[in-house]
């Protein structure tokens, strides 16, 4: 499981992209890789980049990232929680 996470995690780091996306480009289950973007959510280690069509799917989805240079600014009401 592990690795399977680290795959995925890195995929999302290359760049935004869809669930499929990176279930295709890391060959891991897409029932997986939506189980680790709800990990990675609850620890605050990815963020929706976008709303935009898929490209293999050509549907409207979710793009995602865990690279930090893409989450948006960190607002100041949350400073002293």
């Known amino acids: 499981m592990k690795t399977q996470y680290k795959k995925v995690f890195i995929s999302f780091f290359e760049a935004p992209k869809s669930r499929l996306m990176a279930s295709f480009g890391t ?3 897409i029932q997986n890789v939506c ?18 069509y898929c490209a293999i799917t050509n549907q409207l989805v979710e793009y995602l ?3 930090p240079k893409f989450f948006p600014p960190k607002s100041q009401l949350d400073l002293f929680e």
Do not use: A, F, P, S
């Open 27 to 29: 060959e891991v289950m």
């Open 35 to 52: 189980r680790y973007v709800d990990m990675m959510r609850d620890n605050n280690q990815i963020v929706v980049v976008k709303l935009d």
């Open 65 to 67: 990232t865990t690279n």
